[in-house]
């Protein structure tokens, strides 16, 4: 059985950072694709990043408005994916979701993934 759970949001300015954690028990990072989506208040959810393992080959997927801002990566050894968001916006706000699947590739569709952590909840101020 596959839990994620989500840590780090929380209240910050614009400009400011914040790292999101998502500890997952029962995941091989080999063999399951992480992800991040998103939602905020009226709007539907949203990819954010993912990550994923081929082999030796990682592959890594930003949707285009963090590209350059955030940074998604896993430890291995505590079974653990990380977003690393900087330069944040207000237009940032939502409620964060890490997601896992079994695939070894990133997929935008948040339907290919199996298991939802609880979100937490980031919110930008201007």
């Known amino acids: 059985q596959v839990q994620l759970v989500e840590s780090g949001g929380g209240l910050v300015q614009a400009g400011g950072s914040l790292r999101l954690s998502c500890a997952c028990s029962?995941?091989?990072?080999?063999?399951?694709?992480m992800g991040w989506f998103r939602q905020a208040p009226g709007k539907e959810r949203e990819f954010v990043a993912g990550?994923?393992?081929?082999?030796?080959?990682?592959?890594?997927d930003y949707e285009d408005s963090v590209k350059g801002r955030f940074t998604i990566a896993t430890d291995n050894a505590k079974n653990t994916v990380y977003l690393q968001m900087n330069s944040l916006k207000p237009e940032d706000t939502a409620v964060y979701y890490c997601?896992?699947?079994?695939?070894?590739?990133?997929?935008?569709?948040?339907?290919?993934?199996?298991?939802w952590g609880q979100g937490t909840q980031v919110t930008v101020s201007s």
């Open positions: 997601a896992s699947g079994a695939s070894v590739v990133v997929d935008r569709r948040g339907g290919r993934y199996d298991y």
């Open positions: 029962g995941c091989t990072f080999s063999r399951y694709a």
């Open positions: 990550i994923s393992r081929n082999g030796v080959r990682v592959n890594i």
